[in-house]
Structure formats: C-alpha cells, structure tokens
C-alpha cells in the first residue's frame, strides 16, 4: 500500500513537471484520487520536490479544502452562505450537528457521516440549502432533513 | 450548419442544475428523438439564464417562450402542446407573483424587462462549450480588430476613454492599470483573471465562466496585447468545478483555433493561459494574497506599494482584473468606447452585474445599468419581498459592505454612492433582508465569517475582528452591557486603519452600517434584552397558547428536542428547560391555528418563566 501511494505521488508531481510552485494543485490532484491526504502522503511529497516538510504541512493546514482526515461514507454539506443564513440556515447546520452528533467539520466515529459547512455554494435561490452525497436539497427544514438521513440509512441498511 | 425550427435552451447554470435541470434535459431529448423530431429541434444546455428562483428553465426559440419550474413529469406534455402542436403551454409558464395572467414571452417579464446585458449577452443563448455558437455572437471580433488594426495604445485608449472601472469592487480604472503596466520595462509580463470569488451570496463571476468562458478569454488576449503579456493565470474558486471545466474546454477549443498560443490569428502575437483550482481561502481574493497563492504559497497578503503593476508574480509586471472586468472588454473593443460610456453615470460607466438573494420574491442574476435606483432592483426586477412581509434592508457588497436601509432605496447604483453611504460595491452580492432577519445577528454572521477568513498575518485584524465578534455574540446572547457600542466603534476604527489588506480594512463595515441604520436594535438588545426580529435565540421564547391550541398533536410528534408534551386534543406544553428553540413548532402549527407563538423581552421572560398570561400583551 505504501508503495503504490509513493507511486501516485510522484505520477503527479511528474505531470507537473516537478515545479515547485504547483504545489497546490499537485496536493489537490493527490487529494482527488486518494480522498485524504496521509503523513505518509505528504512526506514524499515533500521529498520529491524537494521542499520542506514544515512548508507543506503549512500550506495543507491554511487552505480549506485540504483534509488531513479520511471524509464518512456520506458527505452532508450545509451551506453558511448569506442567503441561506437569513432564511435560517444556522438553525439547519445546528439540527445536522445534533442528528448525526457530531460537529461540524467532523467525522462520526463509525465512519458513515461527515458534516461540512461551506460559506456559498451560489444557488442561492434554494436557501437555506444542503448537499448530501452529491445531491443538493433546497429549502431545506429540520423535517425534510430528517427524511434525506432516513433515506440515506435504508439505502445503507438495503445495501448490507 | 444544420437548421432548427426550434431551439429549446436549457439553463444548466448552478442554480438549476440542483434542481434537476440535467435530468430535465434527458427526458426532453429522449422524448424529442421518440416522436421522431430530432432533426427539427435541437436542445442546447446553456450558461445560467438567472433566473434562479423559477428553475428549471426552459426557453423555447424563436418563440422567445419561457417555461419554468418544470419537472420531468412535465416533458411530454411540453412536447407535445408547444413543439408539435404549436401552442404554449398555459401551465408551466410564469405567473406574476399577486396576478393571475401568466406572462409567456422572456422578454415580457419584469424580471427580464429592466436588465440590460453586456456582460451577460449571451447567458442562456449560447451553450458555453462551443466556440463556433460564441464565434456565431460576434465572438473574437473585438480581438481581431484589436490585433489586426489597433496598436496596443489604441486599445489602451479604446478601454481607458470607456471609463471601465474594476468590477471586483474596488473600482480601479481599468485602463489607467493598464497605462502603468505597459509603460514597465521589466519582462516577463503577466496577466491575472481573479476568479476567486469569495463573497457569501455573491455568484456573478462563477455564472460569467460557466455560461461565457470565451468572453472572458478574449478579454485577457486583447489585455495581454495591449500590456505585452506574455502568460495569463485564471484562478478560480475551489467551489466552482463547472466554471473550471467550462474554461479548460475554451481554452482547448481557443488553442486549437489559433486565438491563443504562438501565433494568435495569424498575426504573430503569443499568449497563453493557464487555469489554476483556488484551495479554499476567502482572502486569496485579494491580489497581492492571489499572487502569492499562484506561487504556490500561503495566500498571505503583502504591503502595497510596490502594486502588482509593477512587482507582481514572481517580482515581474502583472495585472489583475476581476472575472467580469475582463468580460467587459471584448464589447467595449468590438462597439467602441463611445457606445460604453453611454451607459451608466458620469463616474460609473457600463452596467454591473448583481446577485439579488435572500428575502425577495426573484432570486437571481441581474445585470443593469449603473445608476439604476436600488429601488427598481429591489422591486421592479426582485418583485419585492415576499409573503407580504416588510422591507429591511439590502446588504450590498458581502463582508465587506454595509446595509443599507429603506431611505437609502433611491440611492443610484454606483461607486461613489454606495461608499458615501458606508456600503460599497464590492463584487455585487445584494442581500434582502425583511422584518424578520436581526441586524445584529447579521453584523455577527459577517464578523464570523472575516474572522474564521482572517489570515492572521496583522494584528488589528487577527485579534481586532475576534474581540468584536465577541462583543456582539455577548449583545446577541442577552448580555450586552452599557458602553458596548461604543467600544464595537472604537475597535472598528482601529481594524479599518490598522489593517494591511482590504480583508480587514472593510470588515468592520458590516457592524458600522448596522450600527449607523439600526442601532435602536442593538439597544433593544442590551437594554431589554429583547431582539425585535425574533431570531436570537437566548431572547426569543416559544410559547403555545392553551387556548388557541387545538391539541393536534404536529408539534409534539415534530419536535426535535422531544421537549413538547401533551395528549390528542388536550392544549401542549412546552418544557423550556429542554428547548432549543430550532422554532419547527412555530413553523408546523397549522395557519388555522396558530397556538405557537414567538416571545422576546419582559414577555418572554414571563412565558419562560411559567408565568400564565405572557403572552398577552
């Protein structure tokens, strides 16, 4: 496993022709195949491109959309943006949080949820709005929200 | 090329395409191919039509028929009333909010009726990964005039005589930035299309890449032509993978046709571009943090002077335009600068692109004419607020602006105006805000997001926007205390001239407009303990009347904290100990009924408290 990971890395970095200052996309690449970005991920990065360890460590900890962190099996991302927030979108994340127990930007511990905020995602027209799996849901309420995690379980439960 | 009888343009913009426009699409191709008519009409999936709050869209042409919210279910029917037998279909068209007549033609439509589009020509025409439908549109025509029969002080002039300002807020001339650039004798030179559109309720520069990538492309090559650059990056928002993809299809598609490269048109001049994927940082809006973020490093803003002009990537020349600045530039090339200037005010030339959301009837992208009244935005092209509720406010220009309030509707849209009025244009986010929204927790919300943004690099912003946040999370909590205002104003006055970057010189804004319009609020707040708006939560109580309730159970059965007790037909009772007001009784209570009730101040103290009568005023 780690083999084959050192491999992707320096594929990527390859296709970049190795510049220093792809930096970024080359972690966003390696974040899109892999799902995370590993220690052992970001080491070799370091290595192959020759830059210290510290400087990319930097870099995936002040960009957003970095994760240090595998995601949950299903993805729920409440939208903070402004629209959605003065049509109740606080009170959306908040009943989220509560449902599946666990804060935003965290994992739940058997590994099936994440709970993400992002500050727009522009459909404003369906705020307050949540994107789960992919899929986004408009005018969302505490009731339907119930539903799409009722949904997203027996889809889960069928599946076993 | 082939000829259509009809065209069915599809919206595919963000907006609708989460409400299910892709399926819509399918089904009406597989339905057109069924009833054998696939070579009379063609569907055309296009670039976000704007208007959101009705999708899916569907526009029928010629017929300039406007279908909207249509469901799969709804394709059959379509297709058989409109294309084969020719007559629009009376129930999938709009209707007027408050009319019952519905309005078939797009360009009837008031929402439609007052914008006028420059930037924006082709949105919902042209489907946005072809060149040759853009080409079809005039496209490339003001870059081969500019390469073939302008010199690079021509277009210079041609966009400095046009009054074209930066669309990203600030307001820079665009062509004196130019001026500067081009008389630099260093080399390489660089040009930057800031993409990163940070702003919360702000989508004008993702819906300009998704629904007119070449716009903004040929607005760089006529740019690059007239500075001698030799590189361009476009950087993009992480959120928008459609606008990356829309644009790594017009860069391949302007590669293979000789508009970039080597040999641009033939005529010997060399350009290039490259797309780069934001990571996810507000503040690398910002240019000299934008620069920093293409160089691979940490978007962290740096002192100006010197100005990107003249030490920009890599210590070399580089200009940085807003999305919709370089979109402006092909017309400008193409009809000229007289015909530019001709719209809009004596300081504020052309039009501006804004997204008008939140509390209004038609949510969506609209692009007017400077000078235009808030007014006729808010209510001419908006529709008003809905659900007869009363206007507030308008937030205009994100974080970094202010709200505005109703006397300030005949305002014109326009830099200066916006500014003298403690908002500003910024990148063109227009919140509504109603009776029901809190100003305070509004000016929290923003605080929030710039200090979660802040990069961290200056004190006054790093810890000047956190002390205020917790200034105002205390006054939104109940616990505000005498003194408190003043304090918000002192710190805001220490953020805005302390700060380095426009992050923190504009975050305060928010908070003073809020305070300026509507400090009575913030006085309710701290002295009553009260929030007008009923959206603080530790001042707002739920309360169900014993005697308007009719014991229907809804409640007690919805209740996420379990906190409501009661039996069928018996009145319910709320635990307040156990409620977290999330307000889902409020909104499941029956409007027959009505037994639930919002509380703030002495009288939600009371109710709170068990005393019986608190309601009643």
Known sequence: MGKSKASAVRQVVDRYGRRKRSVIPILRDIQDREGWLTPAVLDELARELDIPPSQVMSLVTFYKSFRLEPRGRHVCTVCMGTACHVRGGAIILEHFERRLGIPAGKTSADGRFTLERVNCLGACALAPLVVVDGRAYGLMTEIKADAVLKSIKAAEGKKR | MKQYRSHLLVCSGTGCASCGAFDLREALEKEIARRGLRDEILVVATGCNGFCERGPIVLVQPDGVFY????????PALVEEHLVKGRPVQRFLYVPPAEKKPVPRMADIEFFKHQRLVVLRNRGRIDPEKVEEYIAYDGYAGLAKALTSMTPDDIIAEVAASGLRGRGGAGFPTGLKWTFCRREQ?????????????????????SVLEADPHAVLEGMIIGAKAVGAEKGFIYIRDEYPLAVRRMAIAVGQAGERGLLGND???????????????AGAFVSGEETALIASIEGQRAFPRQRPPYPIQSGLWGKPTVINNVETWANVPSIIRRGAAWFSS?????????????????????GLVEVPMGIRLRDIVYGIGGGIPGGRKFKAVQIGGPSGGCLPEEHLDLPVDYESLTRAGAMMGSGGMIVMDEDTCMVDVALYFLRFTQEESCGKCAPCRIGIRRMAGILARIVAGEGVPGDLERLEELA??????SLCGLG???????LTTLRYFRDEYLAHIVERACPALVCKNLVTYFIDPEKCVGCLLCVKNCPAGAISGEHKKAHVIDQAACFKCGTCFNVCPPKVRAVSKLTGERGRAAAAGRAGGDRP
């Open chain 2, 68 to 75: 909207q919210r249509l469901r799969v279910e709804d394709v």
């Open chain 2, 505 to 511: 010189q504009t975050a305060p804004n928010p908070v």
């Open chain 2, 493 to 498: 006055s220490l953020v805005k001239r302390g």
């Open chain 2, 186 to 206: 260093a080399r390489p030179k660089y040009l930057v299309c800031n993409g990163d559109e940070g702003d919360p309720g702000a989508f004008m520069d993702r």
């Open chain 2, 343 to 363: 719209l809009g005010t004596e300081t504020s030339k052309g039009t501006k692109i804004f997204s008008l959301v939140g509390k209004i009837s038609n949510t």
């Open chain 2, 264 to 278: 641009i048109l033939g005529t010997g001049f060399a350009f290039d571009v490259e797309i780069v994927r934001g």
